[in-house]
């Protein structure tokens, strides 16, 4: 896909070079790593484009080695990475982390990025009428806490406007990368998105609301909010479940459809990047006009294919494969159990 080709999803965020452990522990004593790419906006682009679907990827990198490396592993991908631009005077981020679980207390991060070239994206240097067209934008709230410039370029982006693509956000909050107010920032952010992912955890521990029910109430206005429930799942809360495009309308007030569709139980090799690869396989799904407990299935698929992966990104199952997945009945979906080597050949795919 070239620049000048519309996009069916433009998603728009830091990468960052990520350092991944060689083995367990902490990171005092970890004594090399290998070297991977990281970041919320970028995983969606790549995970979509390996679906086959057109994903543009927006960021600033530093005119370094790193910046070089993440541009070209994206594109990799089948990302259209025309619209990164290289900034001379400041550095890619990068960071190191340990192999557990982030919800762990003994998950360690080390973020180098503060300065950042990404952190520099403003309304001026990535100006709405120079992103590239697309039925969709994706953003997320760990960029609003990069800078005040990428504040106000997301407020800028989720404005009201004749044209304006479909607007997905995922809250991602992330408490280290705070230096200010956050809780009001990521809830006006996400009230003025048409598709918003968030995490029940991270809605208690950025809002202190508790709940499904209670964080819809909090979002009146999108037309679809995923809240995500860990081992239990998701709950879908639509208005609309169509992929309407034009400027979003308020949806305050209407009637949901309230939809709850169960986890997978997956045999984990690693728990990173399954949150980025849900919401791609939802806006896949989404794209493709499918209803809204499909949609969620192959959203908890993608996250299955990453989770089964040592790394954040992964081949995706064949869309035929997770189209048979997904259509399974509610005791079959139950039943399944997913390990590695599962998106490649049906017989990996186990029953219970």
Request: proline content about 7%.
């Amino acid at each position: 896909m070239s620049g000048t080709t519309p996009a069916d999803v433009v998603c728009l965020g830091e990468s960052m070079v990520t350092f991944l452990p060689s083995r367990p522990g902490r990171l005092a004593d970890v004594p090399s790593f290998d070297r991977g790419i990281g970041g919320a906006e970028s995983n969606v682009a790549c995970a979509l484009a390996a679906a086959g679907h057109r994903a543009a990827w927006v960021s600033r990198v530093g005119a370094d080695g790193f910046g070089d490396h993440l541009v070209e592993a994206v594109a990799a991908y089948g990302v259209d990475t025309s619209f990164v631009r290289r900034d001379p005077a400041r550095p890619t981020g990068i960071y190191f982390r340990t192999a557990t679980d982030r919800d762990t207390d003994v998950h360690e991060v080390a973020y180098y990025r503060a300065g950042s070239a990404a952190s520099a994206m403003s309304p001026s240097t990535v100006p709405c009428d120079g992103l590239p067209a697309g039925r969709i934008l994706h953003l997320s709230g760990i960029t609003a806490a990069l800078s005040a410039d990428c504040l106000a370029l997301l407020h800028e982006l989720t404005a009201p406007r004749a044209g304006r693509p479909l607007i997905s956000f995922d809250v991602n909050y992330r408490p280290g990368l705070w230096r200010g107010e956050s809780a009001g920032v990521l809830l006006e952010l996400a009230r003025r998105a048409d598709v918003v992912f968030v995490g029940e955890d991270e809605a208690e521990a950025a809002w202190g609301v508790v709940g499904a029910a209670a964080i819809r109430e909090a979002l009146p206005e999108p037309g679809v909010v995923v809240v995500k429930r860990g081992a239990d799942g998701v709950t879908v809360f639509s208005h609309e479940p169509g992929l309407r495009p034009g400027p979003r309308a308020s949806n305050a007030g209407g009637a949901d459809e309230v939809t709850h569709v169960p986890a997978l139980r997956v045999d984990v090799v690693a728990p990173v990047g399954a949150g980025d690869a849900f919401a791609a396989g939802f806006l896949s799904a989404t794209l493709r006009g499918l209803p809204v407990r499909t949609r969620a299935r192959h959203g908890h698929l993608m996250a299955a294919a990453v989770l089964t992966v040592p790394g954040d990104l992964t081949a995706p199952p064949a869309r035929e494969h997770a189209d048979r997945l997904a259509a399974l009945g509610d005791d079959a979906w139950g039943r399944l159990r997913l390990g590695p080597g599962w998106t490649g050949d049906d017989t990996e795919v186990r029953t219970t």
